[in-house]
Every structure is written in structure tokens, then in C-alpha cells.
């Protein structure tokens, strides 16, 4: 069993707050889409729920099996899927997975690692350096290295930027994996098909000041 709680989360830049009070409480299961215009806050809430952004309020809980998770220990439960995540571009994408493995201490199983790349549909590219890559094709790299660990959190951020039919067949075959294992995913869109199969939904905008009024809002 496992939950993902905000509680009275809230942002600020400098001077300038972005939201506040979010409240929510996430178990096994749950697809939440985060919406909202652009520049209203959906990829720094979710930075935060990473564990990659402190917030300026509020706290983040992550429980599994009853047992709270410590924040600096997030990392290694919660996959992140985002367009500003790099990769090494000069190593192949076996390459990178291995050096991910080592990095958090895993297994370099390189079974595991053709596993994950089959899943992603990048099998035949394995050797290649990743520098040879399309900008799909780099998106698939990073539900790789999302799913690599075995999450039980799953974060994606705009996550079928820049995919084909068959990328986007891989991220809702994605979704509804982690949904049938008893998973939490959080998707931070504005794409109805990216959304399309979320069980709750946060716009982001219905917590910023009263005085901010986004385009398009």
C-alpha cells in the first residue's frame, strides 16, 4: 500500500508566490492530471512531489506499507519523466542504464536493462549513442530511466512530447501498468490524450493568489 500526501504545499520565486494550500492524498492506484496554462505551476508542483524542489510551505509524505519514507529517500521510490531530464548523449543507452544502476546501487543486470528497453521499444538502438537519437526517441530514454528502478511512484511531465503513434501506445500501456500494480502516477498536461486516462484531476490555477490572472484563464 502506498500514499502520496501534500499537505498546505505552496511555491514562491523570489518575491512572487505561485500557489498555495494544495492538500492531497494520493493512493494506490490514483492517476491525478495536474492542468493549468502555461507558467501557472504544474511542473514545480511536480518537482516538488519528486523530492527534486523543496517547497516554501508545506510538506510532502511518501508512505509505503505503512512506513514513512524519508524525503532524502524519495528518489529511489518515485520515477520522474520530464523535458528537462538529460541524459549522457556520448553513451549508448546500455550505457546509461548501466551507469544509473551504479549510481543508486543497483544491480547492473543487464537483463533487467534489456527489459526496460524492450518495454520503450528502443531495442534495436541499444549500442547507439544516444546523441543519435530523435527527439522521440529521447523521450522513450527517459521512460526508460523512469521505469528502470521499479517505481512505485510515477511523475510525468508533458510526457508525450514529441512522441509517434507507437510512443504514445508505450506511455498508456505505461500508466496502465502502474495502475494495475497498485501504483500512483501524477501527469502534468494540458493534452487531452496525455489525461485522457487520469481518475482524478488538479487544476493548478485554483490556488494561485487571487491577484495573478494567467493568460487564458
Same mark, same amino acid.
Given at each position: 500500500?502506498?500514499?502520496?500526501?501534500?499537505?498546505? &504545499?505552496?511555491?514562491?520565486?523570489?518575491?512572487?508566490?505561485?500557489?498555495?494550500?494544495?492538500?492531497?492524498?494520493?493512493?494506490?492506484?490514483?492517476?491525478?492530471?495536474?492542468?493549468? *496554462?502555461?507558467?501557472?505551476?504544474?511542473?514545480?508542483?511536480?518537482?516538488?512531489?519528486?523530492? *527534486?524542489?523543496?517547497?516554501?510551505?508545506?510538506?510532502?509524505?511518501?508512505?509505503?506499507?505503512?512506513?514513512?519514507?524519508?524525503?532524502?529517500?524519495?528518489?529511489?521510490?518515485?520515477?520522474?519523466?520530464?523535458?528537462?531530464?538529460?541524459?549522457?548523449?556520448?553513451?549508448?543507452?546500455?550505457?546509461?542504464?548501466?551507469?544509473?544502476?551504479?549510481?543508486?546501487?543497483?544491480?547492473?543486470?543487464?537483463?533487467?536493462?534489456?527489459?526496460?528497453?524492450?518495454?520503450? %521499444?528502443?531495442?534495436?538502438?541499444?549500442?547507439?549513442?544516444?546523441?543519435?537519437?530523435?527527439?522521440?526517441?529521447?523521450?522513450? *530514454?527517459?521512460?526508460?530511466?523512469?521505469?528502470?528502478?521499479?517505481?512505485?511512484?510515477?511523475?510525468?511531465?508533458?510526457?508525450?512530447?514529441?512522441?509517434?503513434?507507437? %510512443?504514445?501506445? !508505450?506511455?498508456?500501456?505505461?500508466?496502465?501498468?502502474?495502475?494495475?500494480?497498485?501504483?500512483?502516477?501524477? &501527469?502534468?498536461?494540458?493534452?487531452?490524450?496525455? !489525461?485522457?486516462?487520469?481518475?482524478?484531476?488538479?487544476?493548478?490555477?485554483?490556488?494561485?493568489?487571487?491577484?495573478?490572472?494567467?493568460?487564458?484563464?
Amino acid at each position: 500500500m502506498i500514499t502520496l500526501g501534500a499537505r498546505g &504545499i505552496g511555491h514562491k520565486y523570489g518575491y512572487r508566490r505561485i500557489f498555495s494550500g494544495i492538500w492531497l492524498e494520493l493512493n494506490a492506484g490514483t492517476i491525478l492530471a495536474i492542468t493549468g *496554462v502555461n507558467g501557472s505551476g504544474k511542473s514545480t508542483l511536480l518537482k516538488i512531489l519528486a523530492g *527534486v524542489l523543496q517547497s516554501t510551505n508545506g510538506e510532502i509524505l511518501l508512505t509505503i506499507s505503512e512506513k514513512t519514507i524519508p524525503r532524502e529517500r524519495h528518489s529511489l521510490h518515485v520515477g520522474l519523466v520530464a523535458p528537462y531530464m538529460n541524459v549522457y548523449e556520448d553513451l549508448t543507452l546500455r550505457e546509461n542504464l548501466t551507469f544509473i544502476a551504479k549510481a543508486r546501487s543497483m544491480s547492473e543486470d543487464a537483463g533487467r536493462i534489456e527489459e526496460i528497453i524492450s518495454k520503450v %521499444g528502443l531495442i534495436d538502438h541499444i549500442d547507439r549513442p544516444v546523441r543519435n537519437y530523435s527527439t522521440g526517441m529521447l523521450q522513450r *530514454v527517459r521512460f526508460a530511466v523512469a521505469l528502470f528502478h521499479a517505481p512505485q511512484v510515477l511523475l510525468l511531465d508533458e510526457p508525450t512530447l514529441g512522441l509517434d503513434l507507437g %510512443g504514445r501506445d !508505450i506511455y498508456e500501456t505505461m500508466v496502465a501498468n502502474a495502475q494495475k500494480d497498485g501504483h500512483v502516477v501524477v &501527469i502534468a498536461s494540458n493534452t487531452k490524450d496525455d !489525461i485522457a486516462l487520469a481518475n482524478r484531476s488538479l487544476c493548478i490555477e485554483d490556488y494561485a493568489p487571487s491577484s495573478i490572472k494567467f493568460a487564458g484563464a
